[in-house]
């Protein structure tokens, strides 16, 4: 059954950024780890054995196309985000366990990422993006207790 | 009392005289009440609001602050106490005018808008919501 949470209007946002989130995950990915690194030093914890925590460093490309690469891919699952996103909330809340107030630090670091990047990135697309973002940071957080 | 370092206080003294105030505010404020619309609930019944009106006072505000960056909070004393005493605005949710603003200005910057750039107007903003929720308690 279709989810409610998402307008028409949401969809047709997302899955036009969602091309350009997976066309450039690396990038996007890194530059908003560096953002998150550098305005919130102390996520840097979290990577501790990292030595550059610049856009350039390798380990923050590696580690940025994974969670922009998660990003594009939950957009394909607006329907079934709690079952899709399952494995990643159990990672993040037994093994990782990252104190869960960084998600939606990281998630404004995105939204600035892709609002230098994009051509147009008005109210009724941030909001589609920070709408999808925060159903991903609620989920994420799930598993904890 | 915040540590400003030189670059910090240039970036900001400099860009902020440089952009259309007015047009960054009103658009951060469209964009605003757009992501966050609970946040209008503050402005539907207010006699004369119009967006421009209000981006002029913020506008105006943030302009005391980049010129008194060393005592951001002795400056919004007043406008504090306002917030808190008379328009019952949450403190919670002064972040979510300057994330727009930010937004605002990574999109008209683009790559301009570095992480380096981004830090310090998240540290410029951070000092500002500090100061005008000082007075709350």
Redesign the interface.
């Known amino acids: 059954m279709p989810s409610k949470l998402f307008t028409a209007a949401d969809r047709t946002e997302l899955a036009q950024v969602g091309t350009v989130l997976s066309q450039h995950a690396e990038a996007f990915g890194a ?1 908003s780890l ?2 998150l690194f ?2 919130h030093p102390a996520s840097k914890i979290y990577f501790s054995e990292f030595t550059d925590y ?2 350039a460093g390798p380990r923050v490309r590696v580690h940025g196309a994974k969670v922009l690469g998660a990003v594009a891919k939950a957009i394909g699952h607006l329907d079934d985000l709690h079952t899709h996103l399952e494995p990643l909330a159990a990672k993040h809340g037994h093994e990782l366990l990252v104190d869960p107030q960084n998600f939606p630090t990281l998630a ?1 670091c995105i ?2 990422t892709v ?4 051509g147009e ?4 697309t ?2 589609a993006l ?1 709408k999808l973002l925060t159903l991903i940071c609620q989920e994420l957080s799930s598993q904890y207790r | 009392m915040v540590h400003w370092t030189q670059e910090e206080k240039e970036e900001i003294t400099h860009a902020w005289g440089s952009i259309d105030k007015i047009k960054l505010i009103s658009s951060a404020l ?2 605003m ?3 966050y619309p609970w946040t209008f609930r503050y402005f539907k019944d207010r006699h004369g609001f119009t967006v421009q009106g209000h981006a002029a006072k913020v506008s105006g505000a943030l302009d005391t602050a980049v010129s008194h960056l060393d005592d951001v909070k002795s400056h919004f004393k007043v406008l504090s106490s306002k917030h808190a005493d008379e328009l019952y605005v949450d403190a919670g949710s002064f972040h979510l005018l300057t ?1 727009c603003i ?2 605002e200005m ?2 008209s ?3 301009k ?1 570095t ?2 750039i ?2 310090t107007w ?2 410029f903003f951070k000092v500002v919501v500090d100061a005008i929720s000082k007075q709350y308690i």
């Not at chain 1, 990135?121 to 009724?124: D, I, L, V």
């Open positions: 530059e560096a953002r550098l305005t610049s856009a404004t939204l600035i609002a230098c990047h994009l990135f008005g109210p009724a941030h909001c920070d | 469209g964009r009440f757009k992501v994330d930010i937004i990574a999109w910057k683009k790559d808008f992480p380096h981004h830090a998240d540290k």
